[in-house]
């Protein structure tokens, strides 16, 4: 009778410190995507720039997610090679903040642009047609000037303002306002934010279809979810070109000065669907070989990258307690910027039990075609 009734006791004893365990759970603070995206945008430094005033937290995931493209076509711009260096300036109405690369189809003597108050960046010299990478520049929703320096020699035909393959700092599936901030969305995040994501473990290699012309190759490939990939080349001989992919992103390479005829490119972050990667050789060999590596993008993998890093990690799907956000998000800002952690304070927001749907906008690919610019006033 005695020892039923230390069983009875203690089954008593584990029901109490369960329910104990529940209500701790339910009082523990946790925070929510849209407070871990204001904290990500403010511990980078881009609200200033790319958040404009009258903000929501779609500016917000649209600034860290990408996936917008502007194309501008100036065929209609006459220029004539010879003539004297012409400056012509436009507006330009850009409907998501976001990290935009600009891209430029530009002949001859180096281009002049300019964006706002921004540094003004120039092409290079070369001989014939050739997309051009100018730099990324932090835009937030509105209207923006853009001036474009056309000089003696010099002719544009076409450039593009693109977000879309920049890294897209996202959840797997989106931003979810509300939802609870997890592990594997924490580590993710932050290792996109910090351009880590290509030391993720490859997984496979994607198939492609090629088209080949003199100097140039076209690689056409399907991407079945939204992976990091990268493009690994061997070639037999020096040569120096560049890659361009989905008319979004320029890639230089050179490898004259190498020892190693190996050239492995940026890891990129592409989104469903099928994709383009224009290889252009300026001058040299051809590539011997050009693979498309995929990484390995669970959230265990991401965990793991992070906490390689120094970063204090729960399991994948264990939701983050606002203590150690704080704390990571710190960490964050010291390894990026080197000195203390600035006074970036995550903001309180809710978290829901019934979160809505994910943010739609920051998984679509814009495409906002402007023919000609319509001049500046």
Do not use: C
Request: aromatic share 10%; net charge positive.
């Amino acid at each position: 009778m005695a020892g039923k009734k230390v069983k009875l006791h203690t089954i008593v004893i584990v029901i109490v410190l369960f329910f104990s365990s529940v209500a701790v759970s339910h009082a523990q603070q946790y925070v929510s995507q849209g407070a871990w995206a204001v904290g990500l945008v403010r511990g980078l430094g881009w609200e200033a720039d790319g958040i404009p005033q009258h903000s929501t937290l779609q500016d917000y995931f649209d600034l860290l997610a990408g996936r917008n493209f502007i194309a501008v076509d100036l065929r209609n711009y006459k220029t004539r090679l010879g003539v004297l260096p012409d400056t012509i300036t436009y507006s330009v109405d850009v409907q998501h903040s976001g990290r935009y690369r600009l891209i430029a189809y530009v002949y001859g003597n180096p281009l002049m642009f300019t964006i706002d108050n921004q540094a003004t960046v120039s092409s290079t010299l070369s001989s014939g047609w050739n997309y051009e990478d100018m730099g990324k520049f932090i835009l937030k929703r509105g209207v923006h000037k853009l001036s474009i320096t056309i000089p003696q020699g010099g002719s544009i035909n076409a450039l593009y303002l693109s977000s879309y393959v920049e890294n897209a700092i996202q959840p797997q599936g989106g931003w979810v306002a509300n939802k609870a901030l997890d592990y594997g969305t924490e580590a993710r995040t932050m290792a996109l934010a910090m351009d880590s994501a290509g030391q993720l473990p490859v997984t496979s290699q994607l198939p492609s279809t090629i088209r080949a012309g003199q100097n140039v190759r076209e690689f056409i490939f399907q991407t079945p979810t939204d992976p990091i990939i990268n493009f690994s080349m061997a070639f037999p001989g020096p040569s120096r070109g560049y890659v361009m992919v989905d008319n979004s992103i320029v890639m230089p390479y050179d490898t004259s000065n190498e020892k190693s005829l190996q050239v492995q490119l940026k890891a990129l972050d592409l989104a469903q669907g099928q994709h383009t990667a224009y290889l252009r050789v300026l001058s040299g060999q051809i590539p011997l070989s050009f693979v498309i590596n995929m990484h390995n993008e669970s959230p265990d993998a991401y965990v793991a990258l992070m906490r390689s890093k120094g970063f204090s990690m729960g399991f994948a799907y264990q939701y983050v307690p606002l203590a150690n956000a704080q704390a990571s998000l710190g960490n964050f800002i010291v390894q990026l910027t080197k000195n203390k952690p600035s006074a970036v304070s995550l903001a309180a927001m809710p978290v829901a039990k019934q979160t809505e749907l994910p943010s739609q906008r920051a998984l679509r690919t814009y495409h906002e075609s402007i023919s000609p610019m319509r001049p500046f006033e």
